[in-house]
């Protein structure tokens, strides 16, 4: 696997994160299409299913290892499941961000193989500048 295409996988997990669960965000808490959709009968299942399948077949192409690809599995089916479940199942559906975890997952998995993608930030310098409301001091 190449730097540039595992970079590749990298970058079409983090569109599925922010579609799936980050269309609309206030502070910490987001919700996106696989929220919305979980109200609707079908549109949910067809939605999470495909961008479940899309999220696998990056990691197959990344090569992620063996146990990354449970845990996107696992996360995956545990939020495909709760929408079989009127009601109930919808709303653990609506805040439940398994399309995100299994994305942060892969991205980690490459992140430790390949390092980050070109022009993108680290995530933990990203949460100390929300959280201080600044930006972190650079050496000249």
Excluded: C
Excluded at 81 to 107: C, N, R, Y
Excluded at 109 to 116: A, K, S
Aim: no cysteine; net charge positive.
């Amino acid at each position: 696997m190449s730097r540039e295409n595992a970079h590749t996988a990298w970058r079409s997990a983090e569109q599925i994160k922010r579609l799936s669960d980050r269309v609309v965000g206030i502070g910490p808490i987001g919700v996106g299409l696989d929220g919305l959709l979980s109200w609707v009968p079908g549109a949910n299942a067809v939605y999470s299913i495909g961008a479940g399948g899309f999220l696998m077949v990056n990691a197959v192409k990344a090569k992620a290892s063996a146990r990354t690809m449970t845990k996107m599995a696992a996360y995956l089916v545990a939020d495909s499941a709760t929408s079989a479940v009127p009601i109930v199942g919808w709303t653990i559906d609506l805040l439940f961000p398994g399309h995100l975890m299994a994305a942060k997952e892969l991205q980690k998995d490459i992140e430790g193989r390949h390092g980050l993608p070109d022009g993108v930030e680290d995530p933990k310098l990203q949460k100390r500048r929300w959280w201080s409301g600044r930006s972190p001091v650079r050496a000249p």
